[in-house]
């Protein structure tokens, strides 16, 4: 088989939600189909019509689309392999039942839900104890006849064991004693997973099949299918999971992990989250791998590999995450990054997506849409002062979602403080209130000068701090917290060049004022 022949799915359920760890399953098959240049189909599993909300598939896709992961085929972009909803295949999942009968490897359950009950009663544990695999004909035809509801049940193997390969944990042997004669279609005529993943996956050409490791120990029952219908196997891809922070259970929303669209609304690149993803599980060989482990996508494309994929499950770690979100936004430099911010405001954070109909915004979420409508408008309004201000955050966000708080004093008239604001180890509020007010016509006499230098600027502050016995510091604090409104801040002096110097002396004269409340 050529690798171009090469073909692999998503087949979520239509929830609308697409979380951390269903991101990450969808990176892996868009790398593998893309290093392969073969085919990446999106399949729609709605069998447990219970989880399927409205506008399920277009949310996913959307979501996706938000991360250039595009499918070759989908119920939405259509294919010669459809339909893609495995509700519109209910027929050929019968069809391929009733041909399994016939081979006697699957058999009619006339079992009562009452009977099946009292089964779990007596044992949680148990598998079904094949009551009704050894029916008669005629039995079964009575029965049939009277139409009472059934199930069909494959007739596993009872002795021996089913061995299989998986690319990642090779080869796997597992005693039929130990798989139940799983329900291969249900009594409303909708497939169970285990049935038509086999079918569909082979009607469509699947290849390569990743999913989570969880159903490792299950994959016997897909062989049985296979071979029961004499067809290929496909080749298994089992991927270790994506862990909580402290390593137990699987990443979940409570524990840290955010919707994909969330993390975007916060402002992580799309590139950065796949690029973190990506390495959660999977790492390039060693002689080519970067020391600082930031890769495009189209890097991520060239360097992937199965062979290259971990056994061992990852544990969600948000400190690198922010490290490559931050790594990716000094990449894109300041003139790309301001036109994408922009871009983010209005289309990540104003905007309203399909998704948001099935997850809860969170409070963040809401304060940060606030804060955006509010600094959009003027960051748009002069851009080549925006650009200026973030230039001076530039090496110092994480994520796009601090630019309002950080940049607010270029744009405020205003501005608020809390005595976390101050500096008050070693003198109080009123001390830092006077001397404020007695530097204030010195920084006047720097400012009023249009050929002033960071050498004259610094000499002034330093050389006052000498006379009034002050540390350095503490009156560069001091000023600092006065007219950006916090201890942390980009350089004062680049800072009061953009904001200009009636602003910051605006900023010093609140603060006095403040202070001595």
Not at 113 to 119: T, V
């Amino acid at each position: 088989m050529k690798r171009s022949d090469f073909r692999v799915r998503a087949a979520p359920s239509p929830t609308g939600r697409v979380h951390t760890g269903n991101l990450r399953t969808f990176l892996n098959n868009y790398l593998f189909a893309k290093s392969t240049n073969g085919k990446y189909i999106l399949r729609i599993e709605d069998t447990d019509q219970k989880r399927k909300v409205e506008g399920g598939i277009e949310a996913i896709v959307e979501t996706l689309g938000l991360y250039n992961i595009h499918f070759d085929e989908s119920p939405l972009a259509g294919g010669e392999y459809g339909p893609y909803i495995q509700s519109q295949r209910l027929d050929i999942y019968k069809k391929y039942a009733q041909q399994l009968i016939e081979k006697d490897c699957a058999y009619y359950c006339f079992c009562t839900e009452e009977r099946l009950k009292s089964l779990r009663k007596k044992d949680e544990r148990s598998t079904y104890d094949r009551h009704c695999r050894n029916l008669n004909e005629e039995e079964v035809k009575n029965n049939l006849d009277e139409k009472k509801p059934y199930i069909i049940r494959m007739k596993f193997l009872v002795e021996g064991a089913t061995e299989f390969r998986d690319e990642i944990y090779g080869t796997i042997k597992v005693k039929n004693s130990e798989i139940d004669d799983q329900v291969l279609l249900k009594t409303d005529g909708y497939p169970t997973y285990h049935f038509a993943v086999v079918i569909d996956d082979h009607l469509m050409g699947i290849t390569h099949v990743f999913r989570g490791r969880e159903y490792l120990s299950q994959t016997p029952k897909n062989v049985f299918l296979y071979d029961s219908f004499g067809w290929e196997r496909p080749k298994w891809i089992h991927t270790p999971h994506l862990l909580n922070p402290d390593g137990v259970g699987k990443l979940s929303k409570r524990k840290g992990a955010m919707s994909a669209v969330s993390y975007l609304r916060k402002g992580y690149l799309p590139d950065a989250v796949l690029n973190y993803l990506a390495l959660c599980g999977w790492a390039p060989k060693g002689e080519i791998a970067k020391q600082d482990e930031i890769y495009s996508m189209d890097e991520l494309v060239k360097l992937f590999s199965i062979d290259r994929m971990k056994k061992s499950n990852a544990r969600y770690d948000e400190t690198k995450l922010n490290y490559i979100n931050s790594k990716h936004i000094r990449n894109m430099g300041v003139e790309k990054l301001a036109d994408y911010v922009l871009h983010w405001g209005e289309n990540f954070v104003l905007n309203t997506f399909i998704a948001d109909k099935y997850d809860e915004t969170e409070d963040w979420e809401n304060e940060l849409k606030k804060s955006v409508e509010k600094y959009l408008p003027l960051w748009k309004q002069n851009v080549d002062y925006f650009k200026k201000a973030l230039s001076l955050e530039f090496e110092r966000i994480t994520y796009l979602g601090e630019l309002p708080e950080v940049l607010n004093f270029f744009y405020d008239e205003k501005l608020t403080w809390t005595d976390e604001d101050w500096n008050t180890k070693n003198h109080n509020k009123e001390e830092i209130a006077d001397v404020l007010e007695k530097v204030l016509p010195k920084l006047e006499g720097i400012f009023s000068n249009e050929e002033y230098n960071h050498e004259e600027w610094e000499k002034v502050v330093r050389g006052y701090a000498d006379e009034i016995n002050w540390k350095h510091g503490d009156l560069f604090l001091a000023i600092r917290s006065a007219t950006t409104g916090r201890l942390k801040s980009p350089p004062l002096l680049e800072s009061f060049e953009i904001m200009g110097w009636e602003k910051a002396k605006s900023f010093l004269q609140q603060a006095i004022d403040w202070l001595r409340k």
